[in-house]
């Protein structure tokens, strides 16, 4: 396959592997071509923090203003102060069920509403550009040749549903019916003669993460993908269940080593203690595992 496709990786065998799926596509049925990547650390960069715990704690400070009583919370004092330790003590779960009642009781759109104007004027803790500027631009490159190959292509995610659904189209080509999250439940209510959702604190549901994931994609989908891309042990399930399509597939697995362009981190899933090494994991699974440093000649997508 011609050199123009996936210009920002390097020659070498996880390009090679990837360019050889891509030119077994055409005998593979259009129904069965289906790709599915996870969103942070895997097309996005999740580092200090997710975007959307920003975005959570952006609405935080908000209502701080109007009601300085929250910070005695625990779960929302250890978000204001960005006290690593006791956000671990506390448990993520804990702690977006607590941010996530924030945002309870307004409806669908105008939470739409706020997540695009937060992501349109927020910029990057550590880089100071804006948040779209932190795509990884080889997973651009790659998600473009599937689609060209004729793949559909989704997104499975331990985060929001509603929070990826309102940058997904904009920053990846994904409408919202492409995402899968973490979901949270709606009420119905009836105001001025007309039916609306509001949202509420409950979860539908696991979170996105571990099982979860091939078990929404079923669900949902009802396909199994062929491809899938992660970055965590709570991708694992997601990876092995493409892996066992039978026939042509790939597994990608994003190793962020390096410390100069991005971070140099172990990947943990965000819900759970996995324990031991994803790149062991990956070994034993037959995984392709992307070194950032040595497979990427850029990282970040230009602005």
């Avoid at 410390?259 to 062991?280: H, V």
Wanted: proline share 5%; with cysteine; hydrophobic share 40%.
């Amino acid at each position: 396959m011609s050199a123009e496709i996936l210009p920002s990786w390097s020659d070498g065998a996880t390009r090679s592997k990837i360019v050889g799926f891509l030119e077994q596509v055409d005998e593979i049925p259009p129904h069965e071509r289906v790709a599915v990547f996870d969103n942070d650390g895997t097309i996005l960069c999740e580092k200090p923090g997710y975007a959307q715990l920003e975005f959570m704690q952006s609405e935080l400070r908000r209502r701080l203003e109007d009601d300085p009583s929250l910070g005695e919370r625990s779960e929302f004092r250890a978000v204001i102060d960005r006290d690593r330790d006791a956000l671990v003590a506390l448990g993520l779960p804990r702690v977006a069920i607590a941010l996530v009642e924030l945002l309870a009781g307004i409806e669908p759109e105008e939470f739409d509403d706020r997540v695009r104007s937060f992501i349109a004027a927020a910029r990057h803790p550590d880089r100071g550009v804006p948040y779209r500027q932190m795509r990884y631009q080889p997973m651009l490159e790659l998600i473009a040749a599937l689609r060209a190959k004729g793949f559909d292509v989704y997104i499975v995610t331990g985060g929001g549903t509603e929070f990826v659904r309102a940058i997904s189209h904009d920053f990846y080509g994904v409408m919202p019916e492409g995402v899968i999250g973490s979901q949270i439940d709606y009420d119905v209510d009836h105001h001025d003669g007309a039916l609306r959702l509001l949202r509420t604190n409950r979860l539908v549901g696991d979170p996105n993460e571990g099982a979860a994931k091939p078990q929404n994609i079923q669900r949902i989908l009802g396909r199994r993908p062929i491809f899938a891309a992660g970055n965590s042990a709570g991708d694992a399930e997601m990876l092995d269940y493409a892996r066992a399509a039978g026939g042509p597939s790939v597994c990608l697995l994003v190793d962020h080593d390096d410390a100069d362009r991005e971070y140099a981190y172990a990947s943990q899933a965000a819900t759970f203690d996995s324990g031991g090494s994803i790149l062991d994991t990956a070994a034993r699974s037959g995984w392709t595992v992307v070194s950032m440093k040595n497979d990427w000649s850029t990282v970040f997508a230009p602005s």
